[in-house]
């Protein structure tokens, strides 16, 4: 797939307020800090069509941006970002829940890794939680260039591992790097794949 449109649309607080169309919609979310923005820059060619910034917590939104006039990409609020309010942090859960539970457009939930760090339990706690509702999913390690191939390497398997006690069939798991635009063209076939299967199913 090639991206030769990529266009921001509007952002809220509510999956109610989300554009009424029947457009499928890939949802985007991690931890703070993880790269969702530069990823997200990455595989459009847009460079600052999602902010980026040293600061956690900086997307707070539902961020749709359609993509060759034919789907959505969805920028989500990261979660884990522990200096916020209480009550600002239950606001942002909810949000992100009810998005991802009630939203009937969307198909795939890209989830990112830091591929730097061992699985986190806010991480794994999360994908569980996607994988016990239905909610189909995609595992993004993100920041690949950070390291050597081996660490990257030990970092997936020990994901595998641990999502092993919970999974019978595993999630997918794609590596990336917005530096070196590694998985780009992997990432975006995965959407082609679930695009054209949605079409066949029509």
């Known amino acids: 797939m090639e991206i030769t449109k990529a266009a921001f649309v509007v952002s809220n607080s509510d999956y109610r ?3 009424d169309t029947k457009l499928p919609e890939y949802a985007f979310i991690g931890r703070s800090n993880v790269g969702k923005s530069s990823l997200i820059n990455m595989l459009t060619g847009v460079k600052g069509l999602a902010k980026t910034s040293g600061q956690p917590g900086k997307t707070q939104l539902i961020n749709h941006f359609l993509i060759n006039g034919q789907w959505y990409l969805v920028d989500l609020p990261g979660y884990g970002y522990a200096r916020t309010s ?14 991802i539970l009630k939203r009937q457009q969307l198909v795939n939930v890209f989830v990112l890794v830091d591929s730097r760090i ?11 939680f996607l994988g016990q509702n239905g909610v189909p999913l995609t595992i993004v390690f993100t ?16 994901y595998q591992r641990t999502l092993a006690e ?6 997918e798991m794609l590596m990336t790097s917005s530096v070196t635009r590694y998985g780009r063209d992997r990432l975006l076939d995965r959407i082609d794949e679930i695009n054209r299967t949605l079409q066949n199913n029509d």
């Not at 600002?88 to 998005?99: A, F, G, P, T």
């Not at 061992?118 to 999360?126: M, T």
């Open 17 to 19: 307020k989300c554009p």
């Open 86 to 99: 209480k009550t600002s942090r239950e606001k942002w859960q909810k949000m992100i829940v009810d998005y």
């Open 118 to 128: 061992p699985p986190q339990k806010i991480d794994v706690d999360f994908i569980n």
């Open 143 to 158: 920041k690949i260039d950070k390291q050597k191939q081996r660490e990257v390497s030990a970092t997936v398997n020990t």
């Open 166 to 171: 919970a999974w019978e069939d595993l999630p």
